[in-house]
């Protein structure tokens, strides 16, 4: 693997993260709060982005007071375990999810017939996360220095993957069942903090290719978006497969943020999976434990993903009053990036003698590489007053890759979130989104060539509303709707008859203790 990534990196040589509203995320993008209760609760909502934003779902406004409260938790001090760990440098946090989700129409089996479907009985998914963090400065003297360790406890089922057939599962918690590791790395800081290096397990989806107003929904396309997690194998390094990676970031100032990294393409080592009947297609991102159930295989035999970031901070809020005073205006936050994958990707139009694939079959053609580049604009539009905390943000995400050798080849992800929508409820967000992803051309063509049900534009949207009930409690009730289900893809069930259009409820909470 390693060396195929140093064949990649001139290619892919820079890269960036910048903390929106104005480097908030700073102190807590390299790990600091990753999962720790030192974020604040209202954040913890997408595994995708929470465990290193804190404001995932939050409008940034220029008081840190507008904010829910940091150190809630259900179980406190823990009988002064916590304080007794915090002498030695190590933070422990656990949060437990649960969702129950339900479907009135639509899914799979349940077109009756008529292409609207009957819906399907509600399904529960849950997730406990515990989190140990080590300061290497306050524990040996060793300055900069940082160790993290996460498990994943999964339970329930996957509702997508059993009753929806979406092309990205309808919450961004859903995974195969397990008790797992999940994030092993050390971080390394340099040059007064502007420059830090993490190795080990990693979750590339803290980081890169996140809209942090994105994160306030459940729907998984928001979190890690459609274009890699049906591309590329299993979904790439996020959530819950995390890969062996290096990262690195520079800060060389408020505005810029340069970010790249070089992980393992295929954090579950599987390629066995296929559309087609044969080897090697990327896997079902919902079935992501096939061979790895613990999380402790290291995979490093498949090829290298290198990624990068660049973005701007726009009118940067840090939350202390004197800074936001010499930044008036409404903050945002531009990114732009890219990935490029080593490694070799079944042709959905042509077999491996140059002919069409649906009308002849045979084997796929193996094509090398893959690529997807990607813009996210985060950026607060409306505050009555600096000092208000009801705000308005927009956030728009869009993503476009080559046709031949992947599923989704366009995707486009907007919404708006309303912070404090309610008068005595500062904590609470509303929001409103929509995406929707393109099925390839090649996809198209062999759909056509082999008379099937020809899949087009996948289209889904979501109304949500999260409200903080205790500082370590939060409630998100839930709905979507799903037009064209993969895309307008034949039903399992009668392959005649496309799955019908979703109207998926669902309710969300998160305890931190």
Not at 136 to 163: C, P
Not at 263 to 281: E, K, L, R, W, Y
Not at 429 to 446: D, E, F, K
Request: net charge neutral.
């Amino acid at each position: 693997m390693f060396r195929r990534v140093c064949e990649g990196i001139f290619f892919w040589g820079i890269g960036g993260f910048i903390s929106v509203a104005g480097q908030a995320q700073t102190a807590i993008a390299g790990g600091q709060a990753h999962l720790g209760a030192s974020t604040p609760f209202l954040a913890q909502i997408d595994p995708a982005t929470v465990r290193d934003s804190w404001q995932a779902g939050a409008i940034t406004t220029s008081h840190s007071q507008d904010t829910p409260s940091a150190g809630g938790s259900l179980l406190g001090n823990m009988g002064g375990l916590r304080p007794w760990l915090a002498r030695y440098g190590l933070t422990l946090s656990i949060q437990d999810v649960n969702e129950l989700w339900g479907s009135a129409t639509g899914g799979i089996g349940s077109t009756n017939g008529d292409g609207r479907g009957s819906g399907t009985g509600p399904s529960y998914i849950g997730i406990t996360m515990p989190t140990l963090m080590a300061d290497l400065e306050r524990m040996i003297g060793l300055k900069g220095a940082t160790i993290n360790i996460s498990a994943l406890q999964i339970r329930g089922r996957a509702v997508t993957q059993d009753h929806l057939g979406n092309f990205n599962p309808i919450s961004g918690f859903e995974a195969d069942r397990s008790t797992r590791l999940f994030e092993l790395w050390y971080q390394q800081s340099f040059l007064r903090g502007a420059l830090d290096v993490k190795i080990g397990q990693q979750d590339l989806d803290t980081e890169f290719l996140i809209s942090d107003y994105a994160s306030l929904y459940l729907n998984a396309n928001f979190g890690w978006p459609m274009g890699p997690s049906v591309n590329l194998y299993a979904g790439g390094p996020s959530w819950p497969l995390a890969a062996p990676a290096i990262r690195l970031r520079y800060r060389p100032g408020e505005k810029y943020t340069f970010m790249f990294a070089a992980a393992d393409d295929n954090p579950s080592g599987n390629q066995d999976s296929s559309v087609f009947g044969v080897t090697g297609n990327p896997a079902d991102p919902t079935s992501q434990t096939i061979r790895d159930g613990s999380g402790t295989q290291f995979n490093m035999g498949t090829g290298a993903l290198l990624i990068t970031e660049i973005q701007y901070a726009f009118n940067p809020q840090s939350g202390d009053s004197g800074r936001a005073a010499s930044h008036p205006g409404l903050s945002g936050v531009y990114k732009l990036g890219g990935y490029y994958d080593t490694a070799r990707f079944p042709d959905y139009r042509y077999n491996t003698q140059g002919l069409s694939l649906g009308a002849d079959g045979g084997t796929p053609r193996w094509d090398r590489g893959n690529w997807l580049i990607y813009g996210i604009i985060d950026q607060l539009i409306w505050r009555p007053s600096p000092d208000a905390s009801r705000a308005l943000g927009l956030f728009v995400r869009a993503t476009g890759n080559s046709g031949d050798r992947n599923i989704i080849s366009f995707a486009i992800d907007a919404g708006l979130n309303l912070k404090a929508p309610f008068s005595g409820r500062t904590n609470d967000t509303l929001g409103l989104g929509w995406g929707i992803g393109r099925v390839t051309s090649g996809v198209r063509a062999y759909d056509r060539a082999r008379g099937a049900l020809v899949q087009g534009n996948e289209n889904h949207f979501e109304l949500t509303y999260q409200a903080q009930i205790t500082p370590w409690m939060v409630v998100q009730p839930d709905f979507q709707y799903v037009l064209n289900p993969s895309g307008g893809t034949g039903d399992p069930s009668c392959p005649t008859h496309r799955i019908g259009n979703e109207a998926v409820f669902g309710l969300h909470t998160n305890v931190n203790f």
